[in-house]
């Protein structure tokens, strides 16, 4: 059966989805609880913001009076052992005396806007991928134009290739700003912050009238999403400033480079290329790790093992992170981020595991990601080294952002188990100095302008 042909679903099983009164949710998710009423069923997640809520103030955590209902430590886990990942178990046993899980009731939050979901429902009948394929290894790494409306591309997943699709492109907002804090961390708990400007621009979720006519947003398919993102701090690196975009038909990052130092835009093929060092992560990241694993370039680099579904305890709701106030004296603690800040939730979710296909080199040849059913957003990453050790753990703490609607992360954290450092993406907005911390900016005011993502905008930006 070619790979067009595997992508698209019996009307039968089409049927299975829908927003209200079906088998499963518009993104695929079952919809009902499960056995013993430990997840409840689906009910269309947070509808409304909590009352007191302002636009572009800090989210107030709807589940505040949530008790916690038990903790995984190192000396319980075991009895738990079921609905945790390796990596898990693994921070357990190497900080045994700090890391552990508070779980608290789980709460099947997320949600997405009305169109998302109606789109979501046909795509599940009409996306494929292209056919002919745009090369080997790229059966599954390109999107059929006029075949996918703006939703998940397959609600009901038949390959690893499909899920890692769905999840790369979940829903973001249309665009948004912000101000990113991230840090490195050392083994004895210390750690060095850094600042960036992001600025998020996401035509494939954008109506006509909004969407740039640019050829750099238009051609390939077109422009999934686009990145662009300026260093403020440490001085060192201050005034670099990247713009990035990546296509529905070639999933490259298409990234450029304004170097201060040089006073010049140059082509940038290593940010966002598969295991090329994460921007600002002192080498504790890879670029294909962010977001918990992510489809980075033009070829399918890995091979799947059948898609599973799967109950595990991850992090979720995790509104104590965002509120202000935080430091990262707060969040950073040797080895992983301050478990008392941390909620988890058992929820089902897909486990994607991925084997290093023969003949190419990563530093992970074989990992796992773990992805919400309700959102597709990640939330777990086991990284194993080239000796078939586990080398990296991550988790991603994600809440509903619902004044988009949206499930999306606020921070996440990625630790090595062999340095004892660790590291986090740039986000976590609270932790900057009082008076300029803020949540990301979705707005109109908050749209980056398109120029920025393009080489001779960034040649404009450049100021030093």
Known sequence: ??????????????AKLGIEGTELTPLGAIRAGNADGSIPAWEGGIKTPPAGYVEGGWYIDPYADDQILFTITAQNYEQHADKLSAGQI?????YPETYKMHVYPSRRSASLPKWHYENSIWNASNTEFCNPSRGPNREERCIQPGSWRPGTFFPIPKSGGEAILNHTFFFTGKWYTAMSHGFNAFPDGGYARHLKRDLFFMPMWMTGDEAPKQERFTRMGGAGFCAGQ?????PRS??????????????KFDA???????RRVRKAPEIGFYDSPGTGSDGLRTADSRWMFWATGSEEWYEYAPMQRKEMYVPYNSYAISQP??????????????????????????????????GLRHLSPHRFAYFDEDS??????????AKGELWRVSEQYSMN???????????DDHSDLISGRHSALNAYYNVGPKGSAAPPDFTAKGRPDPELFTPAGLRKSGVR
């Open 1 to 14: 059966m070619s790979a067009t042909a595997a992508a698209k679903v019996s009307p039968e099983e089409a």
């Open 238 to 251: 201050a005034g670099q400033i990247f713009s990035a975009c990546t296509y529905l038909e070639d999933m």
């Open 256 to 262: 450029y480079i304004y170097i201060p130092g040089q």
């Open 90 to 94: 693994a921070m357990m046993k190497k």
């Open 325 to 358: 106030g935080l430091t990262f004296d707060d969040i950073v603690r040797k080895g992983h981020v301050n478990s008392d800040l941390k909620r988890y939730e058992l929820h089902r979710v897909w486990v994607l595991e991925a084997t290093l296909k023969p």
């Open 376 to 385: 597709w957003l990640g939330t777990l990453g086991d990284m194993y080294d």
């Open 401 to 411: 952002f619902y004044n988009v609607p949206m499930p999306y992360f606020w921070g």
């Open 230 to 234: 300026e260093d403020i701090e440490p």
